[in-house]
């Protein structure tokens, strides 16, 4: 997971971004994020909003490709006085993954719910339910990413100083 801080000033013109909240396309630009991604329109929605960090300010997240690499991802830019970012895939690993170019469905989990990863069996790779024991409350709203209409995704949420993942099936 790539993480940064935004100057408080934009210094770039590139409005490639400006689907974004004002408060987050000027963050964007300020940290020149605009030279290293673009944002991913594959699908809609493409942007959510919502409360990622659980410091009770509205942050957003989006969908991003690596304009280098052509890696997707998903990008958080947090409202506060550090306007910080957090990365997820577009090349910057995150639970083992790079790149999420898998991704069909994206979207907001909110706050208060309790999320369990499935439970796989070992040897046959069969779905035996969600796993109880280890499900997580939400302390935070959330970001769910999933194949449409298939297995494969999961949760990105807020863990302790970070981010992250619960494996839904």
């Known amino acids: 997971m790539e993480t940064g801080r935004a100057k408080a000033t934009p210094t770039a013109e590139d409005q490639t971004f400006d689907a974004l909240p004002g408060w987050a396309e000027e963050a964007f630009l300020a940290q020149h994020l605009n030279q290293k991604y673009t944002l991913g329109t594959w699908m809609q929605p493409n942007i959510l909003l919502g409360d990622f960090d659980g410091d009770e300010r509205e942050d957003v997240a989006f969908l991003i490709i690596n304009s280098a690499t052509d890696e997707k991802g998903v990008m958080i830019l947090h409202q506060n006085e550090r306007n910080s970012f957090s990365v997820f895939g577009a ?79």
Do not use: Q
């Open 91 to 169: 090349g910057t690993e995150f639970a083992e993954m790079r790149n999420l170019n898998w991704v069909e469905v994206f979207e907001k989990v909110d706050a208060g719910k309790s999320v369990a990863p499935t439970l796989i069996d070992e040897e046959t790779g069969d779905i035996l339910g969600d796993d109880l024991e280890n499900a997580v409350p939400l302390k935070s709203d959330a970001i769910f990413i999933h194949v449409a209409e298939a297995c494969g995704g999961g949760i990105i949420y807020k863990k302790d100083n970070g981010y992250g993942w619960i494996n839904i099936e």
